[in-house]
């Protein structure tokens, strides 16, 4: 018996009503896509008020981010899509060493995109969710997987639950910060001071172990 209900639609165990649905291309602006890999950020920042005090963060302004890949693209005969959810500080209150190293890498001395700042932050992630395709269903002879992951339509409907509940998952933004990212007990808010501060995550995750 198929239980499914087609007039729902969910991402990483969040339900939200199709009747309700707001399109990604509402909230997020695609800004990569290329052999299996699409990327996205939220138009919209969101501020973190701040605490004092050397062992917490100042105020700052953040961005969701989305990354789909197509694991096709990466291992033969893998007919899985990940899309991960997950934030990134405005790259005005990025350190400066991580600025000064993209502008190193790209020969620049302008100031860096928040969306160019992917490959070098760490990023604390929100949720992942990963599902199957079958192989028939991919558009493009060239290739068996999706080159271009918004051609699936689980990526358009998983894209379009994230945009529609994302005020839902902005409220619990410090849940999800708190959660552990390693064994050693790295939370998002190390991997957030590293990203800010310049403060290592390692270091801080074992200074709770008074290593």
């Known amino acids: 018996m198929n239980t499914e209900n087609k007039e729902i639609m969910s991402f990483a165990g969040t339900s939200t009503s199709?009747?309700?649905?707001?399109?990604?291309?509402?909230?997020?602006?695609?800004?990569?896509?290329?052999d299996g890999t699409a990327r996205f950020i939220s138009r919209e920042r969101f501020l973190y008020p701040g605490e004092e005090g050397e062992d917490y963060l100042p105020k700052f302004e953040y961005q969701y981010f989305i990354n789909v890949v197509d694991m096709g693209a990466i291992e033969k005969d893998n007919n899985t899509i990940r899309i991960e959810l997950s934030i990134i500080p405005c790259q005005e209150y990025v350190h400066k060493k991580i600025i000064e190293r993209i502008q190193e890498d790209y020969d620049t001395t302008e100031m860096v995109q928040t969306s160019d700042l992917?490959?070098?932050?760490?990023?604390?992630?929100?949720?992942?969710?990963?599902?199957?395709?079958?192989?028939?269903?991919?558009?493009?002879?060239?290739?068996?997987?999706?080159?271009?992951?918004?051609?699936?339509n689980t990526v358009i409907e998983k894209l379009d639950c994230i945009a529609t509940i994302l005020p839902c998952i902005n409220a619990r933004f410090g849940c999800y910060m708190d959660k552990y990212n390693n064994h050693i007990g790295t939370t998002g808010w190390d991997l957030l001071k590293?990203?800010?501060?310049?403060?290592?995550?390692?270091q801080e995750a074992l200074k709770r172990f008074n290593i």
Do not use: M
């Not at 199709?18 to 290329?34: L, M």
């Not at 490959?119 to 997987?145: A, C, K, M, Q, S």
């Not at 590293?194 to 390692?202: H, S």
């Open 18 to 34: 199709k009747a309700n649905k707001v399109p990604y291309s509402k909230i997020f602006e695609e800004v990569y896509n290329d």
């Open 194 to 202: 590293d990203d800010i501060l310049g403060k290592d995550f390692l």
């Open 118 to 152: 992917w490959d070098y932050l760490n990023r604390p992630i929100i949720t992942t969710e990963n599902f199957t395709y079958n192989e028939e269903d991919v558009p493009d002879v060239w290739y068996d997987y999706f080159y271009n992951p918004t051609e699936n």
